[in-house]
């Protein structure tokens, strides 16, 4: 009888699971991806794409495409909930969708369900394409109104809400340079506008920024960025507050407030981030990046999770609940094996994944699988330069950053040739 094996997510680790089945794939093996989206976002280059240095099909994996590769059915849906008294998926607007076997890969979304007003108002990093959405209406709308002061707030002083704020601005930066190399060019000729040439290349004293735009940094710990050294901290605090961002540190996001101050305002509609310090701070657009939070049918499913909602899995990235059901990526939260959120451990568990899924269908023994126990993060700075962080080591340079362009890139034409043969 064939077995159905349905994949629910496009996540960076079934991303690999689809590509290694394409090249060796299982007979009597029925192949289904769930995804909410037709392009996945790959983690690595999206700061970069904030930025303006990658388009959008750069640092996005063409599901669709890749199913074919692996003839894999693909269904653009988002799954809900799991029923295991009939082994099935249950999806938000098609029909149920039976398996035999199932793998998670979903990833997670900030959290805000806490603070009042945060999901009404605030913009969450996750899902990336409501976020991409958003962002670039702000593009659009700084490009149309340029001479309107922007206030953008970020709320999560980790990794991502720093180099966010950082490529925030460089984008911004970039984009009020190349309007007035154009206003240059009209007034004065093309020979007037040089000097604006790679303007936000430079980290030299002052960094030339957009000055009608102003970037609020909440983080809630004394130090930005906890899982990282004193060095990497330190070094990328002096660069925030050189480039003119404001640092709120120790400043707890306790609420967000929609306030309407009438048509006759510059800024007829605002929201206002309120701290537990008594700190209120105005601004016209509100990011969340801050702890991961896993989609609430994980647990109301009955899979066994730990106390923040993701799947719990053993070694072998099987649930310790239901041995049908793998889970990698964010959502997956090892027992033996406890690490941060982080898109490197999914690139990594992309093989195991893909090995214990095919010795389950064959009835073979599951293989351990160990995740390193430190990774070297590349923070990109937003200048085409990166900091280079593990445990106690800090490096920066601009090398850094053409290094992770090279490894992103390559990742990326793994899967581009793959599904070009």
């Known amino acids: 009888m064939p077995q159905d094996l349905v994949l629910i997510g496009g996540g960076h680790s079934h991303a690999i699971v689809l590509k ?12 289904t991806l769930i995804s909410d989206v037709l392009y996945a976002p790959y983690s690595g280059m999206l700061p970069g794409h904030v930025a303006g240095f990658y388009g959008y099909d750069e640092c996005h994996i063409d599901l669709r495409s890749l199913a074919e590769f692996a003839q894999c059915q693909i269904f ?16 938000q607007n098609r029909p149920p969708v039976n398996f035999d076997l199932l793998s ?5 979304t900030p959290a805000t369900l806490s603070v009042p007003g945060a999901a009404e108002y605030a913009i969450a990093a996750k899902p990336v394409p409501e976020f991409l959405a958003n962002w670039n209406q702000l593009i659009n709308q700084r490009e149309n109104y340029p001479e309107k002061p922007l206030r953008i707030a970020i709320v999560g002083g980790g990794a991502g809400g720093v180099e966010l704020a950082l490529n925030m601005q460089s984008r911004m930066a970039k984009e009020e340079g190349r309007r007035k190399k154009e206003e240059g060019r009209g007034k004065f000729g093309s020979g007037f506008c040089n000097g604006f040439s790679g303007w936000i290349l430079k980290d030299r004293g002052k960094f030339k920024q957009d000055e009608g735009l102003e970037i609020h940094l909440f983080h809630s710990g004394v130090q930005l960025m906890s899982g990282h050294n004193q060095r990497v901290r330190r070094r990328l605090q002096k660069i925030i507050i050189n480039r003119g961002i ?13 306030i309407d101050k009438g048509t006759n305002s510059e800024f007829p509609t605002v929201y206002q981030i309120c701290c537990e310090s008594g700190l209120k701070v105005e601004c016209d657009r509100i990011f969340w990046v801050t702890q991961a939070s896993a989609a609430h049918w ?12 993701f799947m719990q899995v053993n070694d072998c990235l099987q649930s310790v609940s239901h041995p049908n059901v793998f889970a990698a990526g964010d959502i997956a939260a090892m027992v033996n094996y406890p690490r941060p959120k982080a898109g490197v451990f999914a690139v990594r568990q992309g093989k195991p994944l893909f090995e214990n899924l095919q010795h389950f269908l064959l009835q ?9 126990s430190q990774y070297l993060a590349l923070i990109g700075t937003g200048n085409k330069s990166a900091i280079a962080s593990r445990g106690n080591f800090m490096w920066e340079s601009p090398l850094l950053w053409y290094w992770k362009d090279w490894i992103d890139r390559k990742f990326m034409q793994t899967f581009t040739n793959s599904t070009q043969k």
């Open 20 to 31: 290694m089945f394409a090249m060796k794939p299982l007979l009597g093996v029925r192949l």
């Open 76 to 91: 653009i849906d988002r799954a809900i909930a799991i029923d295991f008294s009939k082994n099935c998926v249950i999806c």
């Open 104 to 108: 998670i890969d979903i990833g997670s």
């Open 246 to 258: 404001q640092l709120h540190l120790n400043e707890k996001v306790c609420a967000i407030e929609k």
């Open 298 to 309: 994980i647990a109301e499913s009955g899979l066994a999770t730990d106390s923040n909602g």
């Open 364 to 372: 073979k023994p599951l293989k351990p699988f160990a995740p390193q």
